[in-house]
């Protein structure tokens, strides 16, 4: 093996956050090769990965690592869970190739804030979105080349020192460069057996020769651990072990538990067995094995009878997603399956979100909810069509989820019929909103007491076409005992509020969300609506209410800041870099925002913040391109006011096209654009809304009003607002306005005579940059407290009323300066 690769995962692994994969066939040295990077790189090492027999196991390859039991339901739950146990370390992950679909996708969150390294054997069984997800996280992906002449060579004889040089050069030509090859066929050679040809896999004809020489026990030992897929104790494996282990064919692991030291080879002396010596071994190690891994053995050993009731027996004391892949793997056994088996894995697997594999397991008891006309249909396959009709209602398939549910009949039980009437009414919604409306009567009038699915959908119809109290009833659907549709109503009441321009209520709803979905640990919506929380208030602006107890931008910036460090859904992240982004645009750090924004997963408050970033940035004809979906209500008329400005200053006509549904604020601005006159009055509408719009439209009526002294009073007041909030750059945009009227203001404060020391220009650099407080004293080596104390040394000096502000100040300052700091430490 070449140190090429060894190299590059060193330099990207030193570098910060980073995600590198080592593949190769087997036997090429991942694993070693994966231990020596693991061994060199700076900081504690958590060493896990995956395990064949049990690739179904929920996060088994991150509990491995990190020595603690995963919370797998959550994939952002999982990835902070493992990301606050690894921190400054280093993540090890051997044979992803055996890992579970949440331990890929949390890999795939973990390496935006952790230093993780991972092993893949080729050619995998890994999905193809799973692979594609893989490879587009992935800092470096880094196939272990083949050993050269030189160093086969080299491995030949220090594996057998007898060999002749003839002898170790036909070695060499054999393996083909596969160090797993190579000692394999050094022993044999060593052993005076007969040249192997070369039209067979020499791996497996030189694994296969080597363990001939091993006795029974330990070629059972070394196959039943290729069978169990992980470390096992010695007694479970028997007699052979110490062989196993005199023969460096295994190693021990703390607490005593062998490992194989390649996966491959203990995997191919369980090949070697025949399908009966297999099967009896499979049926052994069931005895000796908890019940969920011994429900995988008896099927392997083809006793699917027992295999399933191991599997129920296992499903009734597990919970979460463990609960739900136990279920769903009992009924994918070619045996006879109890339909409330199946509707028990259908509940278990929509409450940890594979809401896909809900409507799969119901799909043969669904069918049979269609009968011939006045025959009576089976109450189980009733209830099974509406549970699948729900799932794929979540999966994001309404057409199929309606047909589902069709031979419902109206006979069927009370709690049946609510439920498909819930999944056709949503189902409607999602296809043709207006038919929903009369739909929704009909179906108020059938639910006297309706259920709280049914008020959810209800109240989802009267949001959609904002019927007077749609916000009493989703706020009611919010309160549901159901923690899904419970979360579900308040997202719809938050981004419906949102649309609107309530932000302040839209805030309020989604703090209270939040912190019921914390209770209840529900991580990914709890982040969602933390994320959602701080972009409402970061477009309201500053003077948030007192109950809310908001502690004003720096507070929004610091906790999106936050949010953006940990592992997100990309709901959450979206909203929080589009908060922090626009804060950071509007105080004048735009370099800082357009970085943030690059990482932004696709999201229409994201997009309308990187427009009016290019816009602020002086760069109008990158704000015109509109990105596809430019969202609903107060996003899409923010995208068409940025378009408008970004017409008006490339001198190009606007598009006085109006979109629907928008906030009055919104609609008002537009309107004035359009028939050039009203601003003045269209940017009152927007002080209850977003401060930074109402300055925006003050700026706009001062530019392009005909009379001078109005013209002159909106610029005035946009400029007080401005400084007042902290906007640096909208405030300049005023000033320069009011140079047109040739009224030059004089900006500089009244405290900002003295000059930035070094440290404070050092600290406001870091600021800039978006760095959180505990990152910059570990950047500078001081401590929180002082890098607090320099930026409020700063803000004095500068006259700012935010940290971004000063950053912004200090840069915009430095530049006119030849000497900007004082070369005194201290300032004195």
């Not at 190693?251 to 194989?260: C, D, I, K």
């Not at 919104?666 to 601003?679: E, Q």
């Not at 009526?701 to 401005?722: H, N, S, W, Y």
Request: hydrophobic letters at 50%; aromatic letters at 2%; a neutral charge.
């Amino acid at each position: 093996m070449t140190d090429e690769p060894e190299q590059a995962a060193r330099t990207a692994l030193r570098q910060g956050p980073a995600l590198v994969v080592l593949t190769g066939p087997p036997g090429c040295g991942r694993t070693t090769l994966l231990r020596r990077i693991a061994a060199a790189v700076p900081g504690p090492a958590h060493l896990g990965g995956g395990l064949a027999m049990l690739s179904s196991v929920p996060a088994l390859a991150l509990s491995r690592a990190v020595r603690a039991r995963l919370p797998a339901d959550d994939v952002p739950l999982l990835a902070e869970a493992v990301r606050s146990r690894v921190r400054g370390g280093l993540l090890v992950l051997d044979d992803l190739q055996h890992a579970d679909p949440a331990t890929i996708a949390a890999v795939t969150h973990l390496a935006r804030s952790c230093r993780v390294l991972v092993a893949l054997r080729t050619p995998h069984r890994l999905s193809e979105a799973a692979a594609a997800a893989l490879r587009a996280a992935a800092t470096a992906w880094l196939p272990v080349p083949p050993l050269t002449g030189e160093q086969a060579f080299m491995l030949a004889r220090q594996t057998a020192g007898g060999l002749s040089e003839q002898a170790a050069t036909t070695v060499v030509a054999r393996a083909g460069g596969n160090p797993l090859a190579v000692i394999a066929l050094a022993r044999q050679a060593a052993s005076g057996r007969a040249p192997i040809g070369e039209d067979i896999d020499q791996v497996a004809y030189a694994i296969a020769a080597a363990l001939a020489d091993l006795s029974r026990p330990a070629r059972t030992a070394l196959a039943a651990l290729g069978l169990l897929g992980r470390p096992a104790a010695p007694a479970l494996l028997g007699t052979g072990a110490a062989e196993l282990l005199a023969a460096g064919l295994v190693t021990a692991e703390p607490g005593g538990s062998l490992l194989p030291v390649s996966a491959y080879v203990a995997e191919t002396a369980a090949g070697l067995l025949d399908a009966g010596a297999r099967a009896d071994l499979h049926a052994r190690l069931a005895d000796l094995t908890p019940p969920a891994e011994a429900a995988r053995h008896l099927a392997a050993a083809g006793d699917t009878a027992g295999a399933y009731r191991k599997a129920l027996a296992a499903a009734d004391r597990a919970a979460g997603a463990e609960r739900a892949a136990l279920l769903l793997f009992a009924c994918a056994l070619p045996t006879g399956v109890d339909p409330r088996v199946r509707l028990a894995a259908a509940d278990a697997a929509l409450a940890t979100g594979r809401a896909a594999d809900a409507a799969d397991v119901l799909r043969p008891l669904a069918a049979s909810a269609a009968v011939a006309p006045g025959a009576a249909a089976d109450p189980l396959a009733l209830e099974a069509a509406v549970l699948r009709g729900e799932a794929l209602l979540q999966a994001g398939d309404p057409a199929t989820a309606r047909d589902t549910v069709r031979p419902v009949p109206d006979t069927a039980a009370a709690t049946v019929v609510a439920a498909r009437d819930r999944v056709v009414l949503l189902c409607a919604l999602a296809s043709e909103p207006m038919s929903a409306l009369e739909l929704a009567e009909k179906i108020a009038v059938r639910h006297p007491r309706p259920s709280p699915g049914i008020v959810a959908a209800l109240a989802a119809v009267r949001a959609t076409h904002r019927l007077p109290g749609w916000d009493t009833a989703l706020q009611h659907a919010a309160g549901s005992g159901d923690p899904l549709i419970a979360r579900w109503s308040a997202w719809l009441l938050v981004e419906h509020l949102g649309a609107e321009g309530r932000l302040v209520e839209a805030a309020r709803a989604a703090l209270h969300a939040a912190a019921a979905a914390g209770e209840a640990l529900a991580y990914g919506w709890q982040t969602r609506f933390l994320a959602v929380a701080d972009w409402a208030l970061a477009l309201h602006g500053p003077d948030f209410p007192a109950e809310l107890s908001w502690d004003g931008t720096e507070g929004v910036l610091r906790r999106a800041a936050n949010l953006t460090d940990r592992a997100l859904p990309d709901q959450a992240r979206a909203y929080a870099t589009a908060a922090t982004a626009l804060i950071e645009a509007d105080t004048g750090l735009l370099a800082a925002a357009r970085a943030r924004l690059q990482t932004a997963p696709a999201h229409p408050a994201a997009a309308w913040v990187a427009r009016e970033a290019a816009w602020l940035d002086g760069q109008p004809d990158r704000a015109t391109h509109q990105p596809t979906d430019t969202g609903a209500g107060l996003l899409a008329g923010l995208h068409a006011i940025t378009a408008r400005w970004a017409a008006y200053d490339l001198g190009l006509p606007g598009n006085n096209a109006i979109p629907v549904d928008l906030p009055v604020a919104a609609r008002r601005t537009l309107t004035a654009w359009a028939v050039g006159s009203g601003l003045d009055t269209a940017a009152d509408s927007w002080q209850p809304v977003a401060l930074r719009e109402q300055v925006r439209c003050l700026i706009a009526a001062g530019l392009t009003g005909t009379d001078r002294d109005a013209a002159v009073a909106a610029l005035l007041r946009a400029e007080q607002l401005a400084d007042t909030a902290g906007l640096t750059v909208l405030a300049g945009r005023a000033r320069r306005g009011l140079r047109r009227h040739q009224i030059q203001r004089d900006t500089r404060s009244p405290r900002s005579d003295g000059r930035l020391t070094r440290r404070e220009l050092d600290v406001l650099q870091l600021v800039a940059a978006g760095e959180p407080t505990r990152r910059i004293a570990g950047q500078l080596g001081i401590s929180a407290e002082t890098v607090d104390t320099h930026i409020r040394a700063s803000m004095r000096k500068l006259g700012a009323r935010t940290r971004t502000e000063a950053a912004a100040l200090a840069f915009a300052v430095t530049a006119a300066r030849s000497e900007p700091f004082d070369t005194n430490e201290d300032g004195r």
